[in-house]
Nanobody, 125 residues
């Protein structure tokens, strides 16, 4: 059974930092795309970034590069999203997602089969 469990969300003041975690288990393939998405109230689910587990490269959406970074703990099968200098517009539910892949990672939610339950990020100004 596939499980993606996010944690690390919370309520922070603008300018603060958070590190979100996504612990993965039961994924059926040896290589897959792991992505972060966020869903703000009244908005559509938005791609934040992703990594393909067969390589080291990470990809981030325009406009958040420099404040967001993605990393992975291979031994513990955990994906991280570090957010620095949080802004009120970063407030959202953050989800991690996974999809078996031979290398191509897409940016749309419908390209990912497995999802976590989400973790809430609230930013106060």
């Amino acid at each position: 059974q596939v499980q993606l469990v996010e944690s690390g969300g919370g309520s922070v003041q603008a300018g603060g930092s958070l590190r979100l975690s996504c612990a993965a288990s039961g994924l059926p393939a040896s290589r897959y795309c792991m992505g972060w998405f966020r869903h703000a109230s009244g908005e559509t689910r938005e791609w934040v970034g992703n990594i393909w587990t067969g390589g080291d490269a990470t990809y981030l959406a325009n406009g958040i590069q420099g404040r967001f970074s993605i990393s992975r703990d291979v031994a513990n099968n955990t994906l991280y999203l570090l957010i620095n200098n949080l802004k009120p517009e970063d407030a959202a539910i953050y989800y991690c997602a996974a999809e078996p892949s031979t290398g191509l990672c897409r940016k749309t939610p419908d390209a990912y089969r497995y999802w976590g339950q989400g973790t809430q990020v609230t930013v106060s100004s």
